[in-house]
Nanobody
Framework: QVQLVESGGASVQAGGSLRLSCVVS????????MGWFRQAPGQEREGVAA???????VIPESVNGRFNIFKDTAKNTLYLQMNSLKPEDTAMYYC???????????????????RGQGTQVTVSS
């Protein structure tokens, strides 16, 4: 059974940094695409980063330059490094993984993707 478990969420002040982690277990083959999306109360899901099996990254303009995604294959762990955090980054952050292509924001947000339970990030001004 595939499981994704996120950690690292916290309450921070604007301008601060956080690194989220996602440990993946139970997969029999490598996922083609993994990533992170977030969702704030009353708002739609928003993809914030994705990385494919060849380490090609996709980071939307809204967080480009502040967020980065990387993975440690040996540890089956996906990371999201978030710098220069803003109050509008406040949301529940979810890790997602899928065998589907292409590796894009819409792919990791799709309901068919495996996802974790989320970790809360709160940024205060």
């Amino acid at each position: 059974q595939v499981q994704l478990v996120e950690s690292g969420g916290a309450s921070v002040q604007a301008g601060g940094s956080l690194r989220l982690s996602c440990v993946v277990s139970g997969a029999t083959t490598s996922f083609y695409c993994m990533g992170w999306f977030r969702q704030a109360p009353g708002q739609e899901r928003e993809g914030v980063a994705a990385i494919n099996i060849n380490d090609r990254k996709v980071i939307p303009e809204s967080v480009n330059g502040r967020f980065n995604i990387f993975k440690d294959t040996a540890k089956n762990t996906l990371y999201l490094q978030m710098n220069s955090l803003k109050p509008e980054d406040t949301a529940m952050y979810y890790c997602a993984a899928t065998y589907n292509r292409p590796c894009a924001m819409r792919t990791i947000q799709d309901l068919t993707a495996y996802r974790g339970q989320g970790t809360q990030v709160t940024v205060s001004s």
